[in-house]
């Protein structure tokens, strides 16, 4: 079970390329036993929040609610999507990512849908 939400890189040609799918955990305790929390401005968009659930949380022993956070504010989905975007670097798509000009600027602002 557990949240899942696909990646994506938008380009300048405005093309938005599906990099890959990754699961939600808790960026305090990993677990998968989180749910959604509404969504959060940031900038120019609105990004989706979430909230961890699990009652072992370590979190919960100064907080008196789950965890908030935003996937896009991650440290551990930053790390996903980096592995994601290697792999993406050594395969044949690296040619076509090439072609259609994705700017680095562009690799970081990585929009979930």
């Known amino acids: ?13 405005q093309a938005r390329i599906l990099v890959g799918v990754i699961q939600i955990m808790c960026p305090v305790c990993n677990s998968i ?4 929390n509404g969504t959060r ?21 100064n907080h008196k609610y789950g965890k908030q956070f935003q996937v896009t504010s991650s440290y551990m989905f930053k790390q996903e999507i980096m592995v994601k975007l290697e792999n993406l670097y050594y395969t044949p798509t690296y040619l076509m990512v090439q072609k259609i000009r994705v700017l680095p600027k562009n690799m970081a602002y990585l929009q979930l849908k």
């Open 33 to 36: 036993l989180v749910d959604t």
């Open 41 to 61: 401005e940031r900038k120019e968009r609105r990004v989706e929040a979430f909230q961890c659930k699990d009652p072992e949380c370590p979190w919960l022993k």
């Open 1 to 13: 079970m557990g949240l899942y939400r696909p990646i994506y890189i938008d380009t300048v040609s």
